[in-house]
């Protein structure tokens, strides 16, 4: 028979009761750097919950494979092909690839903006020392450059390849770099527009679909007008029909600025595309006026 | 010493609604109860505290800073559980936890260490890294509770935190607020509509009423002894009467009230009375103790009809 000292549990467990906190406090720099890199991986599903990160994931994959199967080929059989220069030029990638994009922003929009909405986690962040401001325009930002990422990688990707498949490396550096200034453009609208309609609709799945309609109706709507003008020889209609989808703006003001390979039948010339260029310059601004000014409104917490 | 809180003449007007009317309030170190029916102002002083609400009148301070012009400055001092729910349902508490720790200011590792110090002092063990959509409404308080502490705030402010809580949860709940008072050494103003909850762990009551104040007095005054013993002994009536007659006859105030002796308490030595009294009678003593007001008795004269005692 064991006496009970004998399998009693040698350890103890110390109760070292509350200890308070002395340390340093970091100032809203900090505290807006820390939120900007949350909301950065939240958008990719990155310290959620893993069925958060399946879709983000998925469509990583999705814009990155064709970039992929590209590459392989251009630099397996370039030469045996006779290429010279990308099989999809790096402006075009995007335009092909924005069903990609469109979902990507639908659902990670919501996911970051109308989240802190709906469960009013947005309380939380504004009792403590960040101002409303900040913090809107730091969700925008992680927001931005989420969409910058998921648009830049296929064409980093295209870059990479293409110099591995020796094409000049001054002229792929030139049409890369116009790419990327039009993927920070385009992400600049979609999050613009993507972020307002969340944190005005609030609800996850209607500003999943607002988003939806919006850009998929839009770039519709958009490809008809030009694709009917151009076949009636109306080709000023069709110009500034592009002006209505954020993707025919992007391609367009490409164009305008880098001399970018289109991929609309009515790339803007001259003067259109000062207007080209105005308008993303008002959307960008007015969808950000348009957030702050929808944050000021949220005192009844 | 610059009190905790101090406001002054404090009014909020809606156009149809006053939520807070001319209120004057001095909240000290420790735990304050602030008590009123649903709709007295109780929420509304808490975010004109943290300086998210404009006053229309009056003017109110957190530690000596102004809450209309060191708002942020009051935000880093101070933590804040709302009443409503405002968990994102897709991340753990642990995350949450750290991550509203980085929001007050805490470097990114002395985030991770104070939010397993907090999340461990209110209660939540491995469930702290499943998603908070999937916890109990006693969890859910508790992660709230660990984000009002993880920056080490001087204040908390506790908007009805045994809401929706089952009676055991609740006491849980209220002990931990107790000891955030006294152990963890930060103040706490703790807002309920149940006058009971808040006489077991504050020091202080505060009393709203349609957004007045109705009484602001230390627990204790309420609580005060009636001067009056409570002498309860085996059997019946007749028991209760013998006692009594012979209280009677050793000079004692004794009143019977149904099968209980009221005793007027004048001094330490009447315990010594009632004992003897009662071996010498045989009679079996149950109990004898002193006869405390609790809240609700002083606020059931003060009109505070609608604040409902538990």
Known sequence: MSSPSETRPTGTIHDIGYRPYEGVRLGEGAVAWSLFRTGLRHCFGLGRSGRSKVLPMTLLGAILLPAVILVAVLVQAGEALGLTGQLVPYSRYTMITQVVISVFVAAQAPALISRDLRFRTITLYLARPLRR?????VRLASLLVAVFALVTAPLLVLYVGGLLADLPPGRETKLFLGAVVGALLLAALLSGLAALISAVTT??????AAIIVVLVVSFTAVAAVQGIATEQEMPR???????FSPYTLVDGLQVWLFDAVASTPAAPT???GVLFALTALVVITASIIGLLARYRRTTAL | MVAVIEAQQVSKRYPRVTALDRLDLTVGDG?????????????????ILLGLLPLTGGRAEVFGHDVTTEGATIRALVGYMPEHECLPADVSANDFVVHMGEMSGLPHAAARERAADVLRQVGLAEERYRPMGGYSTGMKQRAKLAQALVHHPRLVLLDEPTNG????SRDD???????????FGIAVLVTSHLLGELERVSDHVVVLDAGRLLRSSATTDYLHTTGTLVVEVLGGRREAELIAAALGGAGVVARIAGHLVEVEARDELIYDTVRDLTVELHLGLVRMQERHHRIEDVFRDEEAGRVQPV
Do not use: F, W
Not at chain 1, 203 to 208: E, K, S, T, W, Y
Not at chain 2, 31 to 47: D, E
Not at chain 2, 173 to 183: F, H, N, P, Q, S
């Open chain 1, 133 to 137: 401001s900040t913090y809107v325009l």
């Open chain 1, 203 to 208: 609800r996850r799945g209607l500003a999943v």
């Open chain 1, 237 to 243: 209609l069709a110009q500034v029909a592009g002006l």
């Open chain 1, 270 to 272: 001259g003067r259109t």
């Open chain 2, 31 to 47: 735990v304050t109860g602030l008590v009123g029916a649903n709709g007295a102002g109780k929420s509304t002083l808490i975010k």
């Open chain 2, 165 to 168: 809580l089952d009676p055991r």
């Open chain 2, 173 to 183: 709940m209220l002990a931990l607020v107790r000891k955030i008072g006294t152990e």
